[in-house]
């Protein structure tokens, strides 16, 4: 089993950047492609970026996209998430997930491990 903890969260205003960090534990070895989601308030967990193993591919949601970057380090297990020039509408709370399978996947049902999330807030 793998486990997920995410940091790096807080709160910033528009234009600002911040760095997520997921770190995973246990059979990390099971764990291949990784990705982001966000769930704003009431609003549904939406993709927002993912990574296979070898950080070759990676895939970003439109609206995240030329502004926040996907990247991971396999010797120390964990998976980044950089944004820059953060907008308002990015305010949710930030998810990481692992999935077996070695392809990049928007859908959420595809990942098999999630972490417990962390808070990002972005003030105009």
């Known amino acids: 089993q793998v486990n997920l903890v995410e940091s790096g969260g807080g709160s910033v205003r528009a234009g600002a950047s911040l760095r997520l960090s997921c770190a995973a534990s246990?059979?990390?070895?099971?764990?291949?492609?990784m990705g982001w989601f966000r769930q704003a308030p009431g609003k549904e967990r939406e993709f927002v970026a993912a990574?296979?193993?070898?950080?070759?591919?990676?895939d970003y949601a439109d609206s995240v996209k030329g502004r926040f970057s996907i990247s991971r380090d396999n010797t120390k297990n964990t998976v980044y998430l950089q944004m820059n020039n953060l907008k308002p509408e990015d305010t949710a709370v930030y998810y990481c997930?692992?999935?077996?399978?070695?392809?990049?996947?928007?859908?959420?049902?595809?990942?098999?491990?999630w972490g417990q999330g962390t808070q990002v807030t972005v003030s105009s």
């Open positions: 990574i296979t193993w070898s950080g070759k591919t990676t």
């Open positions: 997930a692992a999935r077996r399978a070695n392809t990049v996947s928007r859908s959420s049902g595809d990942y098999d491990t």
């Open positions: 246990g059979r990390t070895s099971s764990s291949n492609a």
